[in-house]
C-alpha cells in the first residue's frame, strides 16, 4: 500500500524545488547561482539595484529569520544592516563562503521544518505573526522572487 506525504514533506519538496531543482515556474536559486564568479557576483549592471552576492546574503538571511521563528524566536523587525548585508570583501574564497552560507542556512531551514507536525502548520510559531505555512510559503515564493532577480542581472 503506497504511503501518503505529509503536508511537511510537501512543503519540503517545494522549498528544495524553489532552491535546487524543479521549479515549475523557472530556474531555481542555485540554477541561476551556477557558474557566477565573484566579480560577476559583486557588479551592479543596473543602476540602483542590489547586486547578485547582496541577494543571495539576502536570501540567506530570511531563511535563517524564518528558521528562528519556527523554532519559536520572536524576529518582527529586521534591521536594514541584517536583511541587506554589505559586501565588503568580493575575492573568490569570499564569494565561496556566501555560496556555503547560504547552503548552510537553506539545511537549517529544513531541518527546522523537519521538526513540525502536520497540524502545527496553521499555528504561529509565536504570540505574534502569521502562521507557520505562511512563513514557510513565504520563503519559498522569497527565493523565486529573487531567483528571477538573478536571471536578469547575470544578462546585464
Known amino acids: ?4 506525504a505529509t503536508e511537511v514533506q510537501h512543503i519540503d519538496d517545494q522549498l528544495e ?3 535546487r531543482k524543479g521549479a515549475w515556474s523557472g530556474p531555481t536559486v542555485l540554477e541561476t547561482l551556477e557558474g557566477i564568479s565573484a566579480k560577476t557576483a559583486a557588479a551592479r549592471p543596473i543602476d540602483d539595484a542590489h547586486s547578485i552576492w547582496e541577494i543571495t546574503l539576502h536570501i540567506g538571511v530570511w531563511k535563517h529569520v524564518v528558521t528562528r521563528r519556527l523554532k519559536g524566536e520572536p524576529m518582527s523587525d529586521v534591521p536594514t544592516e541584517m536583511d541587506w548585508p554589505t559586501v565588503t570583501d568580493t575575492s573568490a574564497a569570499a564569494w565561496r563562503r556566501a555560496l556555503a552560507e547560504l547552503e548552510a542556512r537553506h539545511q ?8 513540525i507536525r502536520d497540524d502545527q502548520l496553521d ?12 512563513q514557510l510559503h513565504g520563503v519559498i515564493q522569497h527565493d523565486l522572487y529573487h531567483a528571477g532577480q538573478i536571471a536578469v542581472l547575470r544578462k546585464g
Open 1 to 4: 500500500m503506497p504511503t501518503t
Open 17 to 19: 524545488r524553489a532552491y
Open 108 to 115: 537549517e531551514l529544513r531541518k527546522a521544518l523537519a521538526e
Open 123 to 134: 499555528q504561529p510559531p509565536t504570540k505574534q505573526g502569521s502562521s507557520r505555512y505562511v
